[in-house]
T-cell receptor, first 115, second 113 residues
């Protein structure tokens, strides 16, 4: 079974600065997907970014980018030019290509943005 | 917005009573999922469905059952609710042709007294 670990329960960043959230995972598979989801106080789970394991190029979505290190099984999220609206819980998730395409989530990192 | 609604959005019930949560989607997606969210655990899969009347267990399925009699509805039932089932429940759908990304409903907060 796969496991996903987020070692930082809480992080804080100054508005306009850059912050990196860490995620590591354990798997014996070679083909899979990784995701970062954001959960603001509204509780809605919002997709931030996704990465296909077979792609060497790191995914980027506007101010959000990832550092995907397949050999190290590491998948960190970098948020540039942090905004007050980025304050939320962030969850890293692993998706196997096995039946059901189920997601395995990490425990989450709470990001606080200071004005 | 993947057209997912959940009902009810909040519910308070007593131990031992049956509870059914409903997930409704409007876009005929094949895969549907039920997760629960508890502090420190992220989201954990309860059950999922890969078609009408086709369901399978997830990581934390004990005490839960599901049914899917039509494509758009996926029901989660707690036959006899316990306090350990107090949680926030999320439904999700999986979009085929988009790296099977899962999109989530708004969640249901269930409190079992």
């Amino acid at each position: 079974a796969q496991t996903v670990t987020q070692s930082q329960p809480e992080m804080s960043v100054q508005e306009a600065e850059t912050v990196t959230l860490s995620c590591t995972y354990d798997t014996s598979e070679s083909d899979y997907y990784l995701f970062w989801y954001k959960q603001p106080p509204s509780r809605q789970m919002i997709l931030v970014i996704r990465q296909e394991a077979y792609k060497q190029q790191n995914a980027t979505e506007n101010r959000f980018s990832v550092n995907f290190q397949k050999a190290a099984k590491s998948f960190s999220l970098k948020i540039s030019d942090s905004q007050l609206g980025d304050a939320a819980m962030y969850f890293c998730a692993y998706r196997s290509n096995n039946a059901g395409n189920m997601l395995t989530f990490g425990g989450g990192t709470r990001l606080m943005v200071k004005p | 917005d993947a057209g997912i609604t959940q009902s009810p959005r909040h519910k308070v019930t007593e131990t031992g009573t049956p509870v059914t949560l409903r997930c409704h989607q409007t876009e005929n997606h094949r895969y549907m999922y039920w997760y629960r969210q508890d502090p420190g655990h992220g989201l954990r899969l309860i059950h999922y469905s890969y078609g009408v009347k086709d369901t399978d267990k997830g990581e934390v399925s004990d005490g839960y059952s599901v049914s899917r009699s039509k494509t758009e509805d996926f029901l989660l039932t707690l036959e006899s609710a316990t306090s350990s089932q107090t949680s926030v429940y999320f439904c999700a759908i999986s979009l085929t042709g988009s790296q099977n990304t899962q999109y989530f409903g708004p969640g249901t907060r269930l409190t079992v007294l």
